[in-house]
């Protein structure tokens, strides 16, 4: 199989993800996998596996829209944007974060590097209500 056809795969995995396939991952990472994002760093499935599970039980309907591929061999950028509402605060109102996903398959085609990138800052903290405001208010200083 091609990369660009698994990358593929890839892709529609996340864009459908839900609780109950996230115990797929190991079918698409290898056993010694690395994931890094803003607020993790972690090696192995089972360390993946828990970050997409907390992000089930701590949000209400989140998922992925992938808008976008760079394909190169072994390594791909996603594009994507993250949407979700939080279940915390009383409100309804769907939330998005843009990022992207730098992703590199092994010898097996799986994923051996998740690397996602996202500003934490301007695509979380100001959207929460007591923080928003706060950070808002800290940019707005910050570009005066």
Not at 36 to 48: E, L, Q, R, S
Not at 71 to 87: I, N, P, S
Not at 94 to 113: A, K, N, Y
Request: net charge negative; glycine share 4%; aromatic share 14%.
């Amino acid at each position: 199989m091609s990369s660009r056809l698994r990358f593929e795969q890839i892709a529609h995995y996340f864009e459908t993800l839900t609780p109950q396939s996230v115990s797929h991952l190991k079918d698409y990472y290898s056993a010694s996998a690395r994931f890094k994002d803003p607020f993790n760093d972690v090696t192995g499935v089972p360390a993946i596996e828990k970050i997409f599970d907390h992000m089930f039980v701590s949000l209400t309907q989140p998922r992925f829209v992938i808008t976008g591929q760079v394909v190169e061999g072994d390594q791909a950028f996603l594009t994507w944007e993250f949407r979700f509402c939080f279940k915390r605060f009383d409100t309804h109102t769907e939330q998005v974060v843009l990022g992207t996903s730098h992703l590199v398959l092994d010898e097996q085609q799986r994923i051996c590097l998740h690397r996602d990138y996202w500003d934490a800052a301007e695509e979380l903290y100001e959207k929460l209500p007591w923080v928003g405001a706060l950070m808002r208010w800290l940019k707005k200083r910050a570009n005066s």
